[in-house]
């Protein structure tokens, strides 16, 4: 049974960082696409970032704009760090992955989430 355990939200205040963790069981992180969602209240969720299986490092750290995402097969977790956040930023974080080997379609195993609220 896949199982994601996503930890790490909470309460910041605006143009700080946070690091949200997903530990993963069930399957290995680097056998899988694996991503970030983020639902901000009364809106869908969307994609935040993703590793495809196409990634041939079995550890990775990517920095793309204020999002680092990173995947520790040894401890089978993946993080997202969030650099200056913003009040946009509120929503629950969601750790998903699929057996696909890209990006571009729908995930199939989601954890629970974590609330991450930014306000001052």
């Known amino acids: 049974q896949v199982q994601f355990m996503e930890s790490g939200g909470g309460l910041v205040q605006p143009g700080g960082s946070l690091k949200l963790s997903c530990s993963a069981s069930?399957?290995?992180?680097?056998?899988?696409?694996i991503g970030w969602f983020r639902q901000a209240p009364g809106k869908e969720r969307t994609k935040i970032s993703c590793l495809s299986t196409m990634i041939s490092a079995r550890t990775v750290n990517i920095r793309e704009g204020r999002y680092t995402t990173s995947r520790t097969p040894d401890i089978n977790a993946v993080y997202l760090e969030v650099h200056d956040l913003r009040p946009e930023d509120t929503g629950v974080y969601y750790c998903?992955?699929?057996?696909?080997?890209?990006?571009?379609?729908?995930?199939?195993?989601w954890g629970k989430g974590t609330l991450v609220t930014v306000s001052s």
């Open positions: 069930g399957l290995r992180v680097d056998t899988v696409t």
């Open positions: 998903a992955a699929t057996s696909n080997r890209d990006c571009a379609g729908n995930m199939h195993y």
